[in-house]
């Protein structure tokens, strides 16, 4: 209940009212739409440093990325480390670590 009345922000009425996979489907959106807000985020950030990098009088030319998908090279992963880094949730445990509730 503290998931779904806290950060989901649903009413006493809708929480009661829905069934388990009506609200884990709510769950696994909530968690999308954070998702796709930290990657958007983040991409921001990444714009913001590349245009200090490239406004940066004391870097040479030569050091400089040749363009922004350059730059982002540098930050590019491989499979395994994105295959790891998913979340899968399957038990109360494991959704009340992912949300930082401790049970009880």
Do not use: C, H
Not at 35 to 49: I, K, R, Y
Not at 69 to 85: M, P, R, V
Request: net charge neutral.
């Amino acid at each position: 209940m503290q998931i779904a009345f806290g950060q989901m922000q649903m009413s006493p009425d809708e929480f009661w009212n829905s069934t388990p996979r009506e609200f884990f489907n709510r769950l696994n959106g909530f968690i999308e739409l954070r998702n796709q807000t930290s990657e958007a985020q983040f991409l921001q950030t990444q714009l913001l440093m590349y245009s200090e990098l490239m406004n940066n009088p004391y870097i040479e030319k030569r050091d400089k990325p040749k363009s922004f998908d350059d730059y982002l090279k540098s930050f590019k992963s491989d499979k395994k480390t994105e295959k790891a880094n998913e979340v899968t949730i399957k038990t109360k445990e494991q959704l009340f670590q992912f949300m930082g509730i401790k049970d009880g």
